[in-house]
């Protein structure tokens, strides 16, 4: 199929709920791609943060084509060894103490929240159940995820809202603590607001937020959907912080290419659900979690060293080009700041052969955690190339 059929093929018969760019892509390998015409790009995407590894990467394609010709499903009514070892390996990492896998990071989202809502409920009854989150925050688009996203754009159309959720401003601490009132059950936050334009908290407030929260027996809730699993040079951004939440969501980069969602549990939350209050069909499937696997075992210290390593060689490279006026992120999760509009750049960028996102005003780029120094040079040359003319 060519591009033109692929256009008209997809507005005939998908709705029209993304902008794409115009590119059919066909085939991958690390951290480039083609498209159907050959031409190569440098993706420094990963599928918005998703291909941790980059396309196709070996160890990851033999683990899921083994599990695949073995065992591709079998329901949660019946134990398979991927999805424990993916649970136990997410534990080691994180510090947390238990796992439930779904599909997606809104579906994770959906867990903490209930997870929050009932841990509230068994200890102090009724009415203890407003989650605070902040404003600018993103996450996801099922009714509680978009209910306890902080950006007005996203409040609209779908009326009635989930009930319960307020917000309060990132890094005010004074108008956080102010609205964590006797009905707040959580406070949920991104150390890094990805969707919301690369926007870090800054330390002091996280960990102030956390102490608060461990006063007040209010539950700290992070969603890693976009940080988690080594975008941040950490296994979890939290941990660039020295606080442990009582709930964590994480998804994107956890199933390299393959849907997966997770809620972990701290030591308070770990007993909260119990056989029926929670589940998912498609959760914990035994190809994904073999997929999963890899990556929490690829995932060393040596390999997040070199995340930080890489995101700091893009940080310093990308701060010196014309037009930019600040990098902000952390690790490989980077926000580019110019002083001219973003959208255009991203096309011409994509016109001479790199990929890139946006978040807000900003560039936006989540390159595959095992991007080689070749490759980033290469997509920079391109940037480069692009914020020159
Ligand atoms: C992408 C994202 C989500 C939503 O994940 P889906 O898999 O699209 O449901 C939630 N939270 C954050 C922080 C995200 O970046």
């Given at each position: 199929m060519d591009f033109e059929t692929a256009k008209q093929l997809d507005s005939d018969y998908i709705i029209g709920s993304y902008a794409r760019f115009p590119v059919l892509l066909t085939q991958g390998k690390g951290a480039c791609v083609q498209d159907d015409t050959g031409k190569?790009?440098?993706?420094?995407?990963?599928?918005?943060?998703?291909?941790?590894?980059g396309f196709c990467e070996d160890g990851w394609v033999a683990a899921v084509s083994a599990q695949l010709a073995r065992l591709q499903h079998t329901s949660n009514l019946y134990y398979t060894e991927p999805c424990i070892q993916t649970a136990k390996l997410l534990c080691e990492k994180s510090g947390m103490k238990k796992v439930f896998f779904g599909n997606s990071g809104a579906e994770a989202n959906?867990?903490?929240?209930?997870?929050?809502?009932k841990y509230s409920f068994l200890k102090y009854g009724a009415g203890r159940n407003t989650i605070l989150a902040l404003e600018n925050s993103f996450h996801g688009r099922t009714m509680a995820a978009l209910s306890?996203?902080?950006q007005a754009a996203y409040h609209n159309y779908f009326f009635p809202f989930v009930d319960g959720f307020v917000f309060a401003k990132a890094n005010d601490f004074a108008d956080t603590l102010s609205k964590m009132t006797a009905d707040v059950c959580a406070v949920m936050l991104e150390t890094v607001q990805g969707e919301g334009g690369v926007v870090p908290l800054d330390a002091e407030y996280v960990q102030a937020v956390a102490k608060a929260c461990q006063e007040k027996d209010i539950l700290l809730i992070v969603d890693e959907v976009q940080t988690g699993l080594g975008r941040t040079g950490k296994y979890f951004s939290y941990q660039h912080f020295g606080i442990q939440p009582d709930l964590v969501s994480c998804a994107k980069g956890l199933g390299g290419g393959l849907p997966i969602g997770a809620v972990l549990f701290g030591e308070k939350t770990a007993s909260v659900f119990t056989a029926g209050d929670h589940g998912s069909t498609f959760g914990g499937n035994p190809v994904v979690c073999a997929g999963a696997v890899h990556i929490l075992q690829t995932m060393d210290e040596t390999f997040l060293e070199q995340v930080a390593q890489k995101g700091a060689f893009l940080r310093e490279k990308i701060a010196q080009m014309p037009h930019v006026t600040g990098v902000s992120g952390l690790g490989?999760?980077?926000?580019?700041?110019?002083?001219?509009?973003?959208k255009p750049i991203i096309q011409k960028a994509l016109e001479h052969g790199l990929l890139v996102l946006s978040a807000k005003e900003k560039i936006r780029l989540l390159p595959p955690l095992n991007i080689t120094q070749a490759q980033m040079e290469q997509g920079l040359e391109i940037l480069q190339t692009v914020l020159s003319q």
């Open positions: 190569t790009y440098i993706d420094f995407t990963s599928g918005i943060g998703v291909n941790a590894l959906e867990g903490v929240i209930k997870a929050a809502r306890a996203t902080g490989m999760m980077l926000g580019i700041s110019l002083d001219i509009e973003a």
